[in-house]
């Protein structure tokens, strides 16, 4: 399979050569396409535990919901693939160890056995169902963990920042983390950060019969992930500056940044801003590089690309058109920001500002051109507009969400149904 594309797309076509300027850029990473549809025998194996909230809230549809999605996974699965159920409430139970899925049949009867309980102890599930994983780590497979929970961590360890520690470190070990809350009442900036630190999906489930399409979502993820542990560097040159990314990247050790898995046919778009002194023609703008690891190996791929543009007087880029593709673009990627900003005054209580600043956005989408991205995201802004008067908090998460999709990879039940 051959390697991603990078590609630089400029809002316009050059830079100024008489005086400081800023340029807009758009930075579109493109895996390679599969050749045919991926089958089961040829994706990669999985090394999975799904790990299942059985708190007291989770009893009667969500639990029975849960399970029947449980049972669906595991009949999706091959003797080629390991799986561990893991329940918890206050108490951990390993329901069935890791165990290679030769018949789901025993799987099945064990999922029948889990019954809701009472508190949540959110991480020492967690932690058990990687701990299920990391028994059978193997490079060559996709490992990771698949957390379903409706509630708040109260039980053990609570602390978000040190969860995602936690996450993050098991994260660095080949084990990833996807992070799926149920219902209303969960907490959506931990099971955020989870994910981000996990490398792996976020999704809200707002009804638990949306749980075997986020599974088989889950499935065909892992299925086309060409590329892990991604990370993006993106370094000035000649006294150009990097100003901002507009997709608040997680940071790196090595100063880079996180993306989202590779996954085949997926692109993934970064803004970027830079201001620049006046500009010598043929004079290199920005390095970036781009790199991963291939599922089944730990060895680091690298691609490395520069950037070069016309240069021209100020007054004359002035009237050059601007692409209206990257502006779309990234005034999607602006509108996942400000998304946090309405969360921020929704955190103060201020649901009058939040309010404000949603229909200011929604305004300046709308006098954008017209396209079906467009369309979509007003429909979604007016969405949240209208929860804010009926239910707060549900709006809130559902803007959690939405901010997040610039920086992980956030399912939308939407997006399956296209």
Not at 30 to 43: D, F
Not at 171 to 178: A, D, E, K, P, V
Not at 286 to 305: D, K, M, Y
């Amino acid at each position: 399979m051959t390697q991603p594309s990078l590609r630089f797309r400029p809002l316009r076509p050059a830079v100024a050569s008489d005086r400081p300027s800023r340029l807009d850029l758009l930075l579109t990473i493109t895996p390679p396409a599969l050749k045919a549809e991926p089958q089961r025998q040829q994706r990669p194996p999985l090394n999975l535990a799904l790990v299942i909230d059985r708190s007291g809230s989770m009893s009667g549809t969500k639990l029975s919901y849960a399970r029947k999605a449980a049972r669906f996974l595991a009949g999706e699965l091959t003797n080629r693939d390991r799986l561990a159920i893991v329940s918890f409430d206050d108490e951990v139970k390993v329901v069935v160890p890791s165990t290679p899925v030769i018949d789901p049949q025993p799987f099945i009867a064990a999922i029948n056995t889990i019954h809701s309980g009472s508190c949540t102890a959110l991480f020492d599930g967690w932690l058990a169902g990687a701990t299920q994983v990391a028994e059978h780590l193997d490079p060559t497979q996709m490992n990771r963990v698949l957390l379903l929970s409706d509630g708040q961590a109260n039980e053990g360890l609570t602390d978000q920042e040190q969860i995602a520690t936690k996450v993050a470190g098991l994260t660095q070990r080949g084990i990833s983390t996807s992070a799926f809350g149920l219902g209303a009442d969960f907490d959506e900036d931990l099971m955020g950060a989870m994910a981000a630190a996990g490398d792996g999906t976020l999704a809200h489930i707002e009804s638990p019969s949306q749980l075997a399409d986020l599974y088989a979502s889950e499935l065909q993820g892992l299925a086309t992930t060409i590329g892990r542990r991604v990370s993006l560097g993106v370094r000035g040159k000649h006294g150009a500056e990097v100003v901002d990314l507009l997709n608040d990247l997680k940071p790196t050790g090595a100063g880079n940044h996180q993306l989202p898995n590779l996954r085949a046919g997926q692109e993934l778009n970064v803004g970027v801003q830079l201001q620049l002194p006046a500009w010598i023609p043929n004079q290199e703008i920005l390095s970036v590089r781009l790199a991963w690891e291939a599922p089944g190996s730990s060895e680091r791929q690298t691609l490395i690309e520069h950037l070069t543009l016309p240069v021209m007087d100020s007054e004359e880029i002035k009237q050059l058109d601007p692409d209206e593709a990257v502006a779309e673009q990234l005034a999607l990627l602006r509108a996942n920001r400000e998304r946090r900003h309405v969360i921020a005054e929704l955190d103060r209580g201020d649901i009058s500002s939040a309010s404000l600043n949603l229909s200011q956005l929604y305004e300046e989408l709308s006098a954008m051109p017209a396209s079906p991205k467009l369309s979509r995201e007003l429909d979604l802004l007016n969405e949240k507009l209208a929860m804010l008067k009926s239910d707060p908090n549900r709006s809130r998460k559902n803007l959690k969400r939405e901010s997040q999709r610039s920086s992980l990879n956030v399912w939308d039940s939407a997006d399956d149904q296209n």
